[in-house]
């Protein structure tokens, strides 16, 4: 569960990444401020990082990881590849001796200083340090209840059923690194630094750096903030459809009523203004409401675009004593979403508002993969099948197949790579020449005339710059 009572889905920071990782996958470039939550840290069935605080910022510049220089003799470990001698390149590692196990001496000067909210550590807000209510806020023992674990009644605060009694919770203090390679060289493939330049313009090598970043764990806290008979929950899924939306919500729901004992969860019918459109009431949800609609396409509270009047759904929310919003979306529903929390946090309304990555874009970043990814990329692989039988079967044919991914490629470059009948793999991360000798047509032209006949595989946002419209924005901007 998510915030005061911890969520099993995670928050990301929008983050540009290149389209070229190491594990060959693009990557998109999300250009709005991601979901805010407030309370405690979100739970996270990946076990990946997840946000605790609200109005999530970007990684600030000011997070670099200092090199940590070995000097001594001996040879490297670990694929370092280092070379005996008098001193060996430096290496970026986290330790906390003084002396590694191989009995070199490390330089202090070079050592990291990260710690629990140190430079490395991702800054998230908590509910603690934005809300401005006049109702204090008091940290509660969690009654979150496993299988394993359980709280047990008439006995003192904390005692829980034996079993995996000390297991059931995440320290404040567990941290996930969000990085785990580092460059020797501005050269190599997927190189996430660039070469420095000294006065003569001269090349300097060596300048790639290791930065480490960490992200909070994901994971029920001990603690929580809200009193779970008083809480009022609302699920509201936003944007387009998309494969799993009803797994999502059943597990939610499930979440909610049988590990922390809520009772009142409501289903905001058809988007953001579901809130407050005439005529529009809220699906009572639990979980016998719930039971078995994994297996049901669709969303059952419906799904829409638009509707982001954040003063409107704010005054609904505090009308309807809502105090924890769930919001199932990409990139805009969760820019959406932290401007509402931005806003109950301006009133001082006691008001949690959490993120779930929906989109099968895939394009919410430090997220290796939003539900219903995997759906479109094997959806897609038929419509490349059948352009590419096309093509083969008439004359100089070409088969173009435009696939969703507005602001990134991973549809398009994941189902091409599996498809292996693509040609053209056309994605906006990558900046491509239309004419020219060099061009996407030339290259096009020279398929067809040396093979007879070629498959094109674009993503909507690719080549925009050569594209004409009429301008403007639809519904869900």
């Known amino acids: 569960m998510a915030t005061a009572l911890a969520l099993a889905a995670p928050i990301r920071l929008p983050v540009r990444r290149s389209a070229h990782t190491p594990a060959g996958r693009p990557v998109g470039v999300s250009r709005t401020t991601p979901l805010a939550a407030l309370g405690s840290p979100s739970h996270s069935v990946s076990g990946v990082c997840a946000s605790n605080g609200v109005g999530i910022p970007s990684a ?258 505090e009308r309807q004593g809502m105090n924890m919003i769930f919001v199932i979306g990409g990139n805009g529903s969760h820019a959406g979403a932290n401007a509402i929390s931005q806003e109950c946090a301006k009133r001082g309304l006691k008001v949690s508002v959490v993120g779930i990555p929906k989109t099968i874009d895939n394009d919410i970043l430090h997220i290796d993969k939003t539900f219903g990814f995997d759906t479109a990329v094997e959806e897609a692989q038929k419509a490349i099948k059948a352009a590419a039988t096309e093509a083969r079967s008439a004359l100089n044919g070409i088969g173009v197949v435009k696939l969703m991914g507005r602001q990134s490629g991973f549809i398009a470059m994941n189902a091409a790579l599996a498809n292996g009948d693509t040609d053209v793999c056309l994605i906006p991360e990558v900046d491509f020449a239309m004419e020219g000798p060099n061009g996407a047509v030339a290259h096009i032209k020279n398929l067809v005339a040396s093979q007879g006949y070629a498959v094109v595989v674009l993503a909507e946002g690719a080549g925009q710059e050569y594209v004409m419209g009429a301008g403007g924005t639809d519904a869900g901007g």
């Open 60 to 317: 600030p510049s000011s997070i670099r990881g200092r090199t940590r220089a070995r000097t001594g003799t001996g040879t490297g470990g670990g694929g370092a590849g280092v070379a005996g001698g008098d001193s060996a390149p430096a290496r970026a590692v986290l330790a906390r001796d003084d002396v590694s196990d191989d009995g070199v001496a490390w330089d202090e000067s070079a050592r990291y200083t990260w710690r629990v909210g140190g430079a490395n550590d991702i800054p998230i807000v908590h509910l603690r340090d934005v809300y401005r209510g006049t109702e204090p806020l008091v940290a509660r023992q969690s009654p979150f209840c496993t299988k394993s674990s359980c709280p047990i009644p008439g006995l003192p605060t904390g005692a829980r059923t034996p079993l995996n009694l000390n297991r059931t919770f995440v320290s404040e203090l567990d941290r996930v690194l969000l990085k785990s390679m580092t460059f020797g060289s501005p050269d190599s493939l997927s190189a996430e630094c660039d070469f420095e330049c000294d006065v003569n313009g001269e090349r300097l090598c060596n300048t790639c750096e290791f930065e480490p970043e960490f992200c909070i764990r994901a994971g029920p806290r001990a603690e929580i903030y809200f009193k779970p008979s008083e809480v009022h929950a609302a699920i509201v899924n936003c944007g387009g459809l998309c494969p799993g939306i009803n797994d999502v919500i059943r597990s939610l729901v499930n979440t909610l009523e049988v590990g922390y004992d809520v009772k009142k969860i409501s289903g905001i019918r058809f988007g953001f203004s579901g809130f407050f459109k005439d005529g529009v009431e809220n699906l009572p949800l639990s979980r016998k409401t719930v039971r078995n609609i994994q297996s049901q396409g669709g969303s059952i509270v419906g799904c829409g675009r638009g509707g982001g009047d954040v003063n409107q759904i704010v005054n609904a929310i």
